[in-house]
């Protein structure tokens, strides 16, 4: 009887005094998205790999790094999201707040442009980073997040808003 467990070597590196960065590992590359499934575990994803695409977006508007963590985040989860359309047509993610960054959005149009913009009060943001209270909840505050699917001319958009009541982004979409 077979072991139902098998292991095939297909390529072994070596990581030495090299700290390799992202992009670096000659997988995916960036600006990717690679899906996956573990068949045994009934597990399926996707993993994305931005890099010159989201340095581009980030390095239009000289943001603040604060700011550019939580777009850099933004634009992940739409790229994520945004890829598992089955069809053409765009993939929006915003989030209206009182917080200091009290506006994000990031737009993904299938197969694979994306455009993102974050709106946000430079003097409270300094004060924020001033006294090192930077976590996304703090630059966010309260609010909603707004995902929005557009199939494009003579159709309907679906869009689910939720309560930004998490620690990230990530935490409210996750939202039922």
Same mark, same amino acid.
């Given at each position: 009887m077979a072991a139902p467990w098998s292991f095939v070597m297909l390529e072994t590196h070596q990581v030495t005094e090299h700290h390799p960065k992202l992009g670096e590992f000659g997988y995916a590359g960036d600006d990717h998205v690679v899906p996956f499934e573990v068949g045994p575990l009934d597990v399926r994803g996707r993993t994305v790999q931005l890099g010159p695409m989201l340095d581009a977006i980030l390095s239009r508007h000289d943001y603040p790094e604060p700011v550019a963590r939580l777009l850099a985040e933004a634009c992940v989860l739409t790229v994520l999201l945004g890829t598992s359309l089955k069809f053409e047509g765009k993939f929006i993610l915003q989030t209206r707040t009182d917080g200091p960054v009290d506006m994000l959005v990031?737009?993904?149009?299938?197969?694979?442009?994306?455009?993102?913009?974050?709106?946000? =009060?430079?003097?409270? #943001? !300094?004060?924020?980073i001033a006294t090192g209270e930077t976590s996304q909840q703090t630059l966010l505050g309260s609010g909603v997040l707004a995902l929005t699917i557009d199939q494009g001319a003579h159709?309907?958009?679906?869009?689910?808003?939720?309560?930004? =009541?998490?620690?990230? #982004? !990530?935490?409210?979409?996750?939202?039922?």
């Open positions: 990031a737009d993904f149009s299938t197969p694979s442009a994306l455009r993102a913009y974050a709106r946000f =009060d430079a003097d409270r #943001l !300094e004060a924020l159709t309907q958009r679906y869009q689910g808003i939720v309560q930004l =009541d998490g620690e990230t #982004l !990530e935490d409210a979409a996750r939202t039922p």
